[in-house]
């Protein structure tokens, strides 16, 4: 069995103005998981991922990162465990070059230079920014922008990985780089929290979800078990991908035996489908 | 994260003073700060101060005011104490007492406490006005007294942006400490700032194509999403506020023994308490303001 990363036990969060934004959160986080948070906008999923590097302390409850409280602890503690790639890169990004820019991180954790280094090379040819390394963060577009406040986090070697909206407002090719560096975290045994209104990304990377309505976790599963519970999808607005949605309806007229999530898999079942 | 925003703008309300209608406030808030840079006189000063409060009072908007003024004052607390050293007033100055290596004047104290007072007096009704009004009632009632459009809009569009900005900042902020950011010095605050600096560049660039493509720039009278309507007690307090303040500045045009400065002489313990106060405020308020950036 794995440890348990990230643990919330009867989570609340109250905003000033008694908005209640989060209500009774229970969750456990595995190491290694790859957990999506879906919901509608004000549900409370940004409120609950905000507790797991402290940038949020609960008002009732507790979260525990790695068996620690972090109640008692400062956001730039927690960031060594735990990095959070925020929705816009424009709150990230600072420096004068792509390269300060991604050694930031790693030298407030007071990573050895040489290793500063080794890990800025590495992202940079992972993300693909060989030829913007020189360049300011603030000329370069936006889907790229992102990929830098992604790439700036991921220099810090985190043990959680938490997304905020990572193919919002991305090309094509920029949301393939998100989709191999989920995959990268995945094979290297870091957990991915990934909070997305993205359901292709979703269907095709997480091995788990939870459901967030009216402040409160009302569903922890598969995504397959979440996309196929219509009652659950149609209380919360939630659309599953269209290849799910289709492979639904055949498997509800007997055409198909399983619900797919992704075009390759759904290929996959009808091929093997047709050769019965 | 959102206890950092200082809250400069409209608390609801349905006291009597957020029925007036803006203009009086207005015009008040002006008349106040007139009279305040016109005299350096503590009772005058004071006067308006109390007068201010009441109003405070009655309006009901003590939290947001509270935390204005909670980080205004300890800032303003600082005039007392380098004003008291150093006084900014014609030689020759009438020493009180030793300070360390320092020495405090009768000039510098009085100087400083007035300036002090001034500030807050026009704070305080500079504030009332501001968070008794709907940001687009101003808009209108400037615009109904001729103000051009242009200016009125910046006006009311700069007071719209500093909560934004305000709220920008602390994200940013929660930003840069996920990095792992040290939190000491100008070095640590730099990451923090441009980025909120570009983001207010940027929004300015978005804002202005956006104007533009809704014919900002056209020519012609502009009409007003929301009419404020002006009652008899509204002209009443003009006229009340324009006498008043006419009446408070003639007096202080022609009596001259409201200036204070070299009778109301400053005590050497009442001094050393004034400026220790001052100093000691400031730094305390330094030291919280600090520990609650740095703290996560």
């Known amino acids: 069995m794995t440890d348990p990363v990230i643990v919330c036990e009867n989570l609340w969060h109250v905003y000033p103005g008694d908005i209640l934004a989060l209500q009774e959160a229970n969750l ?36 525990l990162v790695k068996g620690v409280d972090t109640a008692g602890k400062r956001i730039q503690q927690l960031a060594k465990d735990v990095g959070y790639v925020f929705q816009n890169p424009n709150h990230q990004l600072f420096a004068r070059t792509v390269e300060a820019e991604l050694e930031f991180g790693p030298r407030n954790l007071g990573v050895p230079e040489k290793e500063v280094i080794e890990r800025r090379e590495k992202a940079i040819e992972f993300f693909n920014l060989q030829e913007l390394r020189n360049h300011h963060p603030y000329r370069i577009g936006f889907p790229l922008r992102k990929l830098v406040g992604m790439a700036s986090i991921y220099t810090m070697h985190p043990a959680v990985f938490i997304l905020d909206e990572p193919t919002t407002g991305q090309d094509n090719v920029t949301t393939r780089t998100v989709y191999r560096l989920i995959h990268k975290l995945r094979d290297e045994g870091s957990t991915v929290v990934c909070v997305a209104h993205d359901m292709i990304l979703l269907a095709e990377v997480v091995d788990r979800m939870i ?23 149609q209380s919360t607005h ?36 047709l050769a019965k | 994260m959102r206890g950092a925003i200082i809250p400069i703008t409209m608390v609801p309300g349905h006291s009597i003073i957020h029925k007036i209608a803006p203009l009086p406030k207005l015009l008040i808030a002006g008349g106040v700060l007139i009279i305040s840079f016109a005299t350096r006189n503590p009772a005058i000063l004071g006067g308006m101060i109390v007068v201010g409060m009441l109003l405070v009072a009655i309006s009901n908007i003590w939290k947001n005011f509270l935390k204005v003024i909670g980080v205004l004052f300890p800032i303003l607390l600082t005039l007392i104490a380098i004003q008291s ?3 900014a007033f014609p030689r020759p100055w009438t020493p009180i007492v030793p300070f360390g290596p320092f020495t405090i004047y009768q000039e510098g104290i009085y100087s400083g406490v007035t300036m002090v007072l001034r500030a807050v007096a026009m704070t305080i009704f500079a504030l009332v006005a501001i968070m008794t009004t ?9 615009q109904k007294v001729g103000m051009p459009y242009v200016l ?28 792992g950011l040290k939190g000491t010095g100008f070095g640590a605050v730099l990451p923090s700032m441009v980025p909120v600096f570009v983001g207010a560049i940027e929004r300015v660039q978005q804002l202005s194509i956006s104007l533009e493509s809704r014919a900002f720039g056209s020519s012609g009278v502009k009409t007003s999403y929301r009419s404020v309507k002006m009652g008899a007690k509204d002209y009443i307090l003009m006229l009340l506020g324009t006498a008043a303040s006419c009446g408070v500045l003639y007096w202080i045009i022609v009596d001259k023994s409201l200036d204070w400065s070299r009778t109301l002489v400053f005590a050497p313990w009442l001094a050393i308490l004034l400026v220790s106060v001052a100093g000691l405020g400031f730094l305390t308020f330094a030291v919280i303001a600090l520990k609650y950036v740095l703290s996560a």
Do not use: C, W, Y
Request: proline share 6%; glycine share 6%; net charge positive.
């Open chain 1, 28 to 63: 456990t986080i595995n190491a290694g998981e790859i957990l999506g948070v879906i919901g509608q906008n004000g549900s409370g999923k940004t409120t609950l991922v905000k507790h797991f590097n402290g940038l949020l302390k609960p008002t009732r409850g507790k979260v």
């Open chain 1, 211 to 233: 459901v967030l309505r009216d402040t409160r976790i009302i569903a922890d599963a598969t995504p397959r078990e979440v996309f196929s519970n219509r009652e659950l999808m």
């Open chain 1, 238 to 273: 939630l659309l599953p991908p269209q290849v799910t949605e289709l492979s639904l309806r055949l498997k509800a007229e007997g055409k198909l035996p399983e619900i797919e999530l992704s075009v390759n898999d759904m290929v996959a079942g009808i091929a093997s489908h």
């Open chain 2, 85 to 87: 050293v150093a006084p």
């Open chain 2, 134 to 142: 709907h940001p687009s009632d101003l808009f209108a009632s400037l």
């Open chain 2, 152 to 179: 009125n809009f910046i006006l009311t569009m700069t007071l719209q942006l500093i909560p934004i900005l305000q709220k920008e900042f602390a994200t940013v902020l929660s930003a840069q400490k996920s990095r």
